[in-house]
């Protein structure tokens, strides 16, 4: 996807004596009294918001944070931590700016941190008249907020179609670029690893992968479905058998593709959901009516392993197993060393396969570990999130 950087036009000396806009991502999460538990996406932001200043901008930065009420300021809303934080982490006064809609004092080398912006009305509707406010504003907009890249909102999406310049700051960038060499121009073979808890959820998924990859492995509660549309009996395992045939539809694209799908041939096994519970491996073939399949079996992890260690690229969104209860983790734990140890290309998006990753840590072996949540998903989906969409319209002079 080609878009105009924003890291670019600072090589090219075109950011100077600029009023540059950053629509950041640091919705982060707090506690009661409003302290910051977690500070990841403001340290993820600065570096966008130092290359601005570096380059001799002058400096606008805002963000959403939490679920405001368009129109009525509460002080939980508020984006004072996250100024304390960000002028922390820059050793610099970030200055909070609010009510800042109709006009920003800010001069070259300064930088203001803009009040949350989904407090402006029409914010979320993306409202053509508050858009236009937005890009009268700037000189060059800069989006580096992948997280809310499928929304389009006045600060994700109006205002890139009016202000002057419209760029990708370097995280949006990183994104694109990770997403395109995974899915565009992906080295084959290309394995997609598609687990959790339900088909439900990830079925738009699971028929768009279905269409690229060369192997799909399905894991977890999406893999009990999956063994009940290949004629295998599951006991009381979590599985929504209403969605069998979109399950055996899935399997058949693939195979006339001439990919496939991998049925696990051994699972464990318990007799309760719960930690303490005992685990039994057993043949897929042996499930009993009062049985829970948790994860995956030994066989099947290191056939899957092996699948991964030779392909060019992997994608990975969810545990194959309840990897949050150690006797059901196997799975999950063999897949992530994997991963880690394929040459492949990787990614890997998704809440619950992010805590995975840190729990095994192999953060530093995935070529690319996406923080966009819901965005990445969508793009797993097949969709075009409206942040790229404008950028590259922008891109081509449109
Ligand atoms: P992600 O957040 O990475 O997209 P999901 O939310 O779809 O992943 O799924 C993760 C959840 O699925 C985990 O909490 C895990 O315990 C659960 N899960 C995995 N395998 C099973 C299973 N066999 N039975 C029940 N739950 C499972
Ligand atoms: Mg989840």
Redesign the pocket.
């Known amino acids: 996807m080609n878009v105009l950087r924003f890291t670019d036009l600072c090589a090219q000396g075109k950011v100077a004596g600029q009023r540059v806009f950053i629509r950041a991502d640091l919705n982060v999460p707090q506690d009661d009294t409003g302290r910051i538990t977690e500070d990841t996406r403001i340290r993820a932001s600065v570096p966008c918001i130092r290359a601005a200043l570096d380059a001799g901008a002058a400096v606008m930065v805002t963000s959403h944070l939490g679920r405001p009420t368009e129109g009525q300021f509460k002080p939980e809303d508020s984006l004072a931590p996250v100024a304390a934080r960000l002028g922390e982490l820059l050793g610099r006064e970030v200055p909070l700016v609010a009510d800042w809609v109709d006009g920003v004092q800010v001069a070259p080398g300064q930088i203001v941190l803009l009040e949350n912006c989904r407090l402006n009305k029409g914010e979320k509707k993306n409202d053509e008249a508050l858009a236009r406010k937005l890009a009268a504003l700037t000189d060059i907009y800069v989006n580096d907020a992948f997280g809310t890249a499928h929304r389009a909102e006045a600060t994700t999406y109006g205002i890139a179609q009016f202000a002057k310049v419209a760029s990708a700051g370097p995280l949006l960038a990183a994104e694109i670029d990770a997403i395109t060499k995974a899915l565009a121009q992906p080295q084959r073979p290309l394995v997609a690893i598609v ?4 088909v439900s ?2 079925l738009t998924i699971l028929k768009s992968l279905a269409e690229k990859v060369d192997q799909l492995i399905v ?3 999406i ?2 479905t999956f063994m009940l549309a290949a004629g295998l009996k599951i006991g009381k ?2 599985a929504e058998p209403d969605l069998i045939d979109q399950a055996q539809a899935v399997i058949e694209a693939m195979r006339a593709r001439g990919a496939a799908v991998p049925i696990p041939v051994d699972v464990v096994t318990a007799k309760t ?1 719960a930690a303490d519970a005992a685990a039994t491996v057993k043949d897929a073939s042996d499930v009993a009516d009062d049985d ?4 995956i079996g030994p066989k099947t992890a290191e056939l899957l392993a092996a699948q991964l260690r030779e392909a060019g690229t992997i994608v990975w ?8 209860f150690d006797a059901f983790a196997n799975g999950t734990k063999t897949i992530a060393r994997a991963i880690a140890d394929s040459r492949a290309f990787s990614i890997a ?6 805590a ?1 990753i840190a729990k095994y840590g192999i953060e530093d072996q995935v070529g690319y570990i996406s923080t966009g949540g819901g965005a990445f ?1 969508e793009i797993l989906e097949g969709k075009t999130l409206p942040a790229f969409e404008i950028l590259a319209k922008r891109a081509a002079g449109g």
């Open positions: 687990a959790g808890s339900k959820t990830k894991g977890g509660g893999a009990n395992s979590l959901f829970l399949i948790l994860d969104n969810g545990p194959v197993g309840v990897f949050e998006g998704g809440g619950d396969t992010l995975a998903l």
